[in-house]
């Protein structure tokens, strides 16, 4: 007895037809959605009241300001960069940050978000994530003169910190390496000048966009 063949080939053609269109229909949705938030976010930095409003900063810079951050540098101009140029950026880490540095990164460690659990620890309180602690030496790198792009950085966590404590960064150029690549010291200091992080960073500092 003969046993007849079916023709598998149009239902495959339809079915992948079907899944091509609603391939390209989910890829306009997701670049919709992600130029949504993109907009969301602009409009965010430039209509916030109060302390948190980001702002333009007050001298020639890639990165945005906010009325309790502060920031020296002993140039502000791009070609004169060079050994011996230091930035120095100071801000509050503050108890919200925290909570919202724990949710962004997923380490919701509760040494860091536990009182009582972080008072049985050989630190006795919550303290600041150290990621986020040295996360301020990015921000003063962004505010070197130029448009710097980390390549490495080496970290030493000297000291815990406390959450509500005024930090700052202090990134150091050191050594220029030739094609616009420069070695860093790089600390953060509490306010009474103890340092609670120290380590050394390698960037590359291109030219400001025009813009």
Known sequence: MEHGSMDMTAPVRGMTSAWLR??????????????????ANRAMMTQRNGDSE??????????????????????????????????RFSKRITEEEVLTFATISGDTNRLHLDDEFAADTR????????????????SALARLPGMTVYLSQDLRFLKPVDIGSELTAIVEIVE????????LD?????GDGTTVVDGEAVVLIDPSPES
């Open 22 to 39: 609603s391939s390209k229909h989910f890829s306009k949705s997701l670049v919709h959605m992600y130029s949504s938030v993109a907009e």
């Open 54 to 87: 980001l702002r333009e900063p007050e001298v020639d810079s890639v990165a945005y300001s906010q009325e309790s951050w502060s920031m020296e540098r002993s140039t502000d101009g791009e070609e004169d960069l060079g050994v011996g140029d230091v930035v």
């Open 123 to 138: 630190f006795g309180r919550r303290i600041v994530h150290g990621t986020l602690v040295s996360g301020l030496i990015s």
């Open 186 to 190: 790089t600390v953060v200091e509490t």
């Open 176 to 183: 220029d390496l030739g094609d616009d690549r420069y070695r």
